[in-house]
């Protein structure tokens, strides 16, 4: 089964949107594809989420999200694997991202169990070719601008992202 619906943040963040129907709970594997903001539990974040431990996986073989662009590997939550792959580009220029190597995860399916390898860019180009230096960075020239960039970095609202 497919679902066509596009992204809402409210949906989302509700743990009974990840749970199956009866008649998915049939099918073999079952492998969710989600763009909410689950995260595992030794991971946190301002932003808000759903943690992993929360959701009803019964019957999901596999639960992709990709909300979070910092990724957070493979974990296993009963019989469910967790997969968020992160962000296949840097998209930011702090430190914490900076030596991320961006990754794509091959999962591959025998007929009863999955296997999973992470898989390094070669081709991503080292940050300090991806990200041009600022002018006034040392001293953030203009703190109206600065902020609104660390808000930005940290998730704002859309009530938030005005200059103004």
Request: with cysteine; glycine share 8%; hydrophobic share 35%.
């Amino acid at each position: 089964m497919c679902s066509s619906d596009l992204f809402d943040a409210e949906r989302d963040l509700d743990p009974a949107y990840y749970t199956l129907t009866p008649e998915e709970v049939e099918c073999r594997p079952v492998i969710m594809v989600a763009h909410g903001s689950i995260l595992p539990a030794n991971k946190e974040t301002p932003f808000p989420y759903v943690p992993l431990q929360k959701l009803d996986v019964t019957g999901i073989s596999l639960l992709i999200n990709g909300h979070v662009h910092d990724g957070h590997g493979l974990h296993k939550l009963d019989r469910t694997y967790y997969l968020n792959p992160g962000s296949l580009g840097r998209v930011s220029r702090r430190d914490l991202k900076l030596g991320r190597t961006p990754t794509v995860w091959l999962v591959k399916w025998d007929g009863t169990d999955f296997s999973f390898d992470e898989l390094g860019l070669k081709s991503a180009l080292p940050p300090e070719e991806v990200f041009l230096e600022q002018a006034g960075e040392d001293g953030a020239d203009n703190d109206e601008i600065r902020a609104f960039v660390d808000r930005l970095e940290k998730g704002l609202t859309l009530e938030e992202a005005s200059l103004n």
